[in-house]
């Protein structure tokens, strides 16, 4: 089953595939200080100064560096990145919740 288009702005939630309900998409994300991130093969490594420490998100190329600048919503991104029928098929929620992991641990904020 594929994603429903959507405009952004106009819509706070985004269907995902049946069944695992709606993901929020209006949401800006920023770097917490101390932390850095770099785009890998398998997705984003986040290093945290102190500790150190090193989260890994799988999100393949679905996100990237620049979006944790805190200038897009998630959904603008996925639009104008993937467009509405992208290759985000059953990864939307994954990325929803390492996002929400993330900002658990102090790694990003939102803003």
Not at 29 to 48: I, P, S
Request: hydrophobic share 45%; glycine share 12%; net charge neutral.
């Amino acid at each position: 089953m594929g994603l429903e288009c959507w405009e952004p702005g106009s819509n706070h939630f985004f269907p995902v595939i049946a069944g695992l309900g709606f993901v929020e998409m209006d949401k800006h994300y920023k770097l917490a200080a101390g932390v850095q991130v770099r785009e890998e093969d398998f997705g984003l490594l986040f290093y945290q100064m102190k500790g150190p420490r090193l989260h890994f998100v799988a999100s393949g190329r679905l996100l990237a560096e620049d979006f944790f600048r805190g200038e897009m919503t998630l959904a603008a991104w996925m639009g104008r990145k993937h467009g509405c029928n992208g290759d985000i098929d059953g990864k939307l929620e994954m990325v929803a919740t390492a996002l929400r992991q993330l900002k658990s641990k102090g790694v990003i904020l939102e803003c």
